[in-house]
């Protein structure tokens, strides 16, 4: 390959007929477009018929041939492809929308393309409504009819103002079959489509210029297996259309009269008209000869009725009546006799149905010796409709499923993923569900995990819901998933955190908290459950701070909270202290311990112990009636008022003892001739003795 250096963007062609092959490659300077190379070929089986490709592989190969000759003409590897389609089912929507704005707006490009947008969309929309099969169709095309500027006709709306924009639109449509046969065997040759429109649209751009659009013109493009139909008036493309009738019916009668393969009946057709005789060998490897007056007089039924059927359809696209002109393109209308019977039908003079070919091509230029005729109307086409389909439908593969996408140039995987109608939770990680439940009876909320991202690739590249995407792109997507369900212990609860402090034989000890899960203790290992109903204690008991502390406690020792005889299951909140003894109240050692405290304030100290977790008590004390009892202390009388109920202590009001000045070794407490302690309560009649101990 020479690798040849070209002044503009090279455009790759393919005109994909039912007989053959065409490729071309060009590129556009100024006004002009340059082919530098075009190559054909014919199938070598009947591998489509009527415009629709029925061997996929067989087409797919002959692609491959014809790209191999234009690369090694070129000089360089073709990789992007323009294609058109055509096909026995056309269905065609021509729709109206309106775009307004809140006031005079200056018009530029992107609102032209929204509009146009908008009302492709709303023919798919009325086309989808209008179907009455399962056929599954494509929007293939479209061409803007005109336009309008607060409602007159205008041909360009770009740099005016408006308050409203709207446009006529046709919109064309082909069964799937018919796109994704063309698509795939693109594919087998090692092309990407760059664009796709249909033949009667490409045809258009180069067989009527738009300054012929303002008359009523027909252009009728007989290929081998479709006849393409457009209609032009008032400077607008106006309608499409297609029969199912071409030049492989004269083809088809040539065979069968002559008793010859189908090849060598298209070489008769050929030279009907170049030889007054034609030699050819039957099936039977018999010699033959026909004369083209001969093979004139049995394709002219035929010939006939491709007539017929193709005004009729004229007059239809049409609103019922004849045109002023047809031009004729494609292979199909060389048959002699054709075009003079197209004019017969539709009742106009001869000279206004006529072959074009090198009359439109003079701003074409060929590189190569290539004579300019009709045959090369549609695949130059193909080529033209290129750089007026920069906003056009593309075609991408999303998790093996083809989608078709408008085309703004500013296209991503999220695109095709709304367009594939991907669900939008399968493209973001998910939470996995909350954990609910309560904490001191206020409602908490554990929220669940981000699962796994989407895994997205384009073209086996990663890539993410950003990533630009073009015409043939192949997309895979794998969803998201869902996270775990929410998780919690009972030890990440910030409350759990918090500890409480007491003291414990004069040292402070910090604990934590102890949580209640439905009644029921639970570590702060505990993994809290749905709807568990939480509550942080603010209290121990004095065997769980024995279990903390890992301390053993025989059983004949004396247990004490706030100095007050306790047991196991008595409740210790914060700031509380905890004693235990050998002795029972061993009075100077708690002395000491109290730091000869004054009763006040030993009495203060235990009335605020009660206080606070004992709350509830105290009010019922507070409901109880105050009785007064009489004891013996010191063998002197003394009352008490004021209570519900005494404890040994409350004597210290009622009798001159100083313990601030000590007067021996410790203060010795008896009750009723016993030992006795500061906490225990008293009744009426006890027998108390209260003295220094030597």
């Known amino acids: 390959m020479d690798g040849r250096k070209y002044t503009g963007q090279l455009v790759f062609g393919l005109d994909i007929g039912t007989r053959s092959i065409v490729g071309t490659v060009g590129y556009k300077a100024g006004n002009r477009f340059i082919v530098i190379a075009q190559r054909s070929k014919e199938h070598e089986t009947r591998a489509m018929l009527d415009g629709q490709i029925h061997d996929i592989h067989k087409v797919g190969e002959t692609i491959s041939e014809v790209k191999k000759g234009l690369e090694e003409a070129i000089g360089r590897k073709l990789s992007e492809v323009c294609i058109a389609a055509a096909g026995r ?18 018009i530029g490009q992107e609102d032209i393309y929204a509009l146009i947008a908008a ?13 009455d099969d399962d056929m599954k169709f494509y929007c293939v095309g479209h061409s803007v009819v005109r336009f309008y500027l607060n409602g007159y006709p205008m041909g360009n709306l770009e740099g005016h103002k408006a308050r409203t924009i709207g446009v006529d639109l046709i919109a064309t449509f082909l069964p799937d079959e018919v796109v994704g046969g063309l698509y795939k065997a693109v594919e087998l040759a090692g092309l990407n489509v760059n664009s796709l429109t249909l033949e009667p649209i490409a045809a258009i751009q180069l067989a009527i210029p738009e300054r012929f659009r303002m008359l009523n013109i027909a252009l009728l493009d007989v290929g081998a297996g479709t006849s393409d139909i457009s209609i032009t008036n008032d400077g607008c493309i106006l ?45 039977m490897l018999l010699p033959q000869n026909i004369s083209s007056e001969e093979v004139k007089q049995i394709t002219a039924p035929v010939i006939d009725d491709m007539a017929q059927q193709a005004a009729d359809k004229i007059k239809e696209l049409n609103g019922d009546k ?8 494609g292979g199909g209308g060389k048959i002699p ?6 004019a017969d039908k539709l009742g106009i003079a001869k000279e206004r149905v006529a072959l074009r070919g090198e009359e439109v091509m003079q701003q ?22 290129f750089y007026e389909q920069s906003n056009n439908f593309i075609f991408v593969s999303f998790n093996d499923e083809r989608i078709k996408i408008y085309d703004n140039n500013r296209l991503t995987v999220a695109d095709a993923a709304i367009q594939a109608q991907f669900p939008n939770d399968g493209l973001f990680p998910k939470r996995g569900d909350s954990l609910d439940f309560t ?26 819901i950003y990533t630009p995407i073009h015409a043939n792109d192949l ?9 775990e369900k929410g998780r919690l212990t009972i030890g990440e609860l910030p409350e759990s955190t918090e500890s409480l402090q007491v003291i414990v034989n004069d040292k402070k000890v910090e604990v934590p908290r102890f949580a209640s899960v439905n009644g029921v203790l639970q570590s702060g290992y505990y993994e809290i459950q749905e709807n568990d109903e939480i509550e942080i204690l603010n209290y121990y008991t004095v065997g769980q701070i024995l279990e903390f502390m890992d301390v053993l406690i025989e059983p004949w020792m004396n247990l004490y909270v706030n100095n007050r005889l306790a047991n196991r299951d008595t409740p210790v909140y914060e700031n509380f202290s905890v004693l235990w003894t050998r002795e029972i109240l061993p009075e100077p050692q708690m002395e000491s311990r109290e730091s000869e405290k004054s009763k006040e304030t030993v009495i203060q100290e235990e009335e605020e112990s009660r206080e606070e977790p004992e709350t509830v008590e105290m009010e019922a004390e507070a409901e109880e009636e105050a009785v007064s009892i009489s004891v013996i202390v010191n063998n002197q009388l003394v009352v008490l008022e004021g209570k519900a109920e005494y404890i040994y202590v409350d004597v210290f009001e009622k009798i001159d003892f100083d313990r601030s000045r000590p007067k021996g070794m410790g203060i010795v407490t008896t009750l009723n001739g016993r030992p006795a302690q500061y906490m225990e309560p008293i009744h009426d009649g006890d027998v108390l003795e209260i003295y220094w101990r030597s």
């Open 89 to 106: 089912v056309l269905r065609t929507v021509t729709t109206h929308v309106e775009y307004p704005f809140s006031g005079d707006k200056e």
């Open 119 to 131: 009302g492709i969309e709303k023919a798919y929309q009325e086309f989808l409504s209008d179907q």
């Open 239 to 283: 309608a499409y259309g297609m029969i199912p009738m071409a030049g492989d019916l004269l083809t088809e009668e040539i065979a069968r009269h002559c008793l010859v393969d189908f090849a060598t009946a298209e070489q008769i057709k050929k030279q009907v008209g170049e030889k007054e005789t034609i030699s050819f060998m039957d099936v």
């Open 322 to 329: 004849a045109v002023s002109a047809v031009f004729v393109v």
């Open 337 to 342: 006799g054709y075009t003079e019977a197209v």
């Open 364 to 385: 074409i230029v060929f590189e190569e010796d290539v004579k300019k005729d009709s045959l090369l109307v549609t695949p130059i086409g193909i080529c033209l409709n």
């Open 439 to 464: 904490v001191n009876g206020k409602q908490r909320m554990a929220r669940g995990q981000f699962g796994e991202t989407a895994v997205i690739t384009v073209n086996g590249e990663t890539a993410d």
């Open 475 to 483: 997309i895979r997507v794998i969803p998201s998933t869902a996270g």
